[in-house]
């Protein structure tokens, strides 16, 4: 996804670290929001397409604080699901691509709403929920044989799960289509707001899934091993900032910075000791330094 690239390259040092936690700290914030005050968030911080358009600009960001659930066990139980599969899609994929992809996820939802009400009238009221199954999707896609334990004790491969909540994503996205229960349009609205937000979730997996599906899962200790990597990545970056002209990277091989060609692409060798960079021509073929 040589696009993606060149974005990390330009913009990564934006990405935020550890996003997950500080969504996580939105849902407890907004938990306790709707208990203290259940119509605050409906009046002010949703994402009401109308309200928008009429300046409310920060709605488009507000809304992800609406927790997954009112209850209070199943808010505990969700919330460290999303912190476990948060954590280790960021350590997979690096900060900055789980950066973009949940906030493309929010921006795919915001974009929705709006042709929708532009289109339509309708005012969809979306949350994040089905943005977060999709995040369980992309985890399963890259651990399938990752066990959890159901109830603390049946062990269940994620890749079965998996399809339980593909099965649950069609169904949504089907149920708008279906007859509208009781004849309540309140439901109609309801359903049309899940299957939509559904929709662009799942998209948005669709998407990632397909540009990442060469990005290989790591165990827990390899995990370890990144993270270390990637610290003495940044000092090395940092130290790079002496090199003649400017230059951030330089081939170990070749000598050649990005100076030399912007279309190089440079990556540092876990195999190597020491901090070695390389360019893509000498990554896979230089000699490893022991």
Same mark, same amino acid.
């Given at each position: 996804?040589?696009?993606?690239?060149?974005?990390?390259?330009?913009?990564?040092?934006?990405? %935020?670290?550890?996003?997950?936690?500080?969504?996580?700290?939105?849902?407890?914030?907004?938990?306790?929001?709707?208990?203290?005050?259940?119509?605050?968030?409906?009046?002010?911080?949703?994402?009401?397409?109308?309200?928008?358009?009429?300046?409310?600009?920060?709605?488009?960001?507000?809304?992800?604080?609406?927790?997954?659930?009112?209850?209070?066990?199943?808010?505990?139980?969700?919330?460290?699901?999303?912190?476990?599969?948060?954590?280790?899609?960021?350590?997979?994929?690096?900060?900055?691509?789980?950066?973009?992809?949940?906030?493309?996820?929010?921006? $795919?939802?915001?974009?929705?709403?709006?042709?929708?009400?532009?289109?339509?009238? %309708?005012?969809?009221?979306?949350?994040?929920?089905?943005?977060?199954?999709? =995040?369980?999707?992309?985890?399963?896609?890259?651990?399938?044989?990752?066990?959890?334990?159901?109830?603390?004790?049946?062990?269940?491969?994620?890749?079965?799960?998996?399809?339980?909540?593909?099965? =649950?994503?069609?169904?949504?996205?089907?149920?708008? $289509?279906?007859?509208?229960?009781?004849?309540?349009?309140?439901?109609?609205?309801?359903?049309?707001?899940?299957?939509?937000?559904?929709?662009?979730?799942?998209?948005?997996?669709?998407?990632?899934? =397909?540009?990442? *599906?060469?990005?290989?899962?790591?165990?827990?200790?390899?995990?370890?091993?990144?993270?270390?990597?990637?610290?003495?990545?940044?000092?090395?970056? *940092?130290?790079?900032?002496?090199?003649?002209?400017?230059?951030?990277?330089?081939?170990?091989?070749?000598?050649?910075?990005? =100076?030399?060609?912007?279309?190089?692409?440079?990556?540092?060798?876990?195999?190597?000791?020491?901090?070695?960079?390389?360019?893509?021509?000498?990554?896979?073929?230089? %000699?490893?330094?022991?």
């Amino acid at each position: 996804m040589n696009w993606l690239n060149k974005m990390e390259r330009k913009f990564g040092r934006y990405a %935020i670290p550890n996003l997950m936690n500080y969504i996580i700290a939105l849902y407890v914030t907004g938990f306790v929001l709707n208990m203290s005050n259940p119509d605050f968030y409906d009046r002010f911080l949703s994402l009401d397409a109308s309200a928008v358009l009429r300046g409310q600009i920060w709605r488009v960001l507000t809304f992800i604080i609406q927790p997954p659930s009112n209850s209070i066990i199943w808010v505990f139980f969700a919330l460290m699901l999303y912190h476990f599969i948060g954590n280790q899609l960021e350590m997979t994929w690096g900060t900055f691509r789980f950066n973009v992809y949940f906030f493309s996820g929010v921006i $795919f939802h915001v974009i929705a709403a709006i042709i929708t009400y532009v289109l339509t009238g %309708i005012v969809l009221p979306m949350g994040t929920g089905y943005l977060n199954l999709s =995040l369980f999707l992309v985890f399963a896609a890259l651990y399938p044989d990752k066990q959890f334990y159901i109830y603390f004790i049946l062990p269940v491969k994620v890749k079965w799960l998996a399809w339980l909540d593909g099965i =649950l994503f069609m169904y949504t996205i089907l149920q708008a $289509f279906l007859p509208i229960y009781g004849g309540n349009p309140y439901y109609g609205i309801y359903y049309k707001a899940n299957a939509l937000a559904a929709f662009v979730s799942l998209l948005n997996f669709l998407i990632f899934f =397909l540009s990442s *599906r060469n990005v290989k899962p790591y165990t827990p200790k390899q995990m370890k091993r990144r993270m270390d990597y990637q610290k003495n990545v940044r000092q090395a970056q *940092r130290q790079a900032q002496t090199y003649a002209g400017g230059a951030k990277h330089r081939c170990a091989v070749c000598g050649r910075t990005e =100076l030399d060609d912007p279309n190089l692409e440079f990556r540092y060798c876990s195999k190597c000791r020491g901090n070695y960079e390389y360019c893509q021509e000498h990554l896979f073929t230089h %000699i490893h330094v022991e």
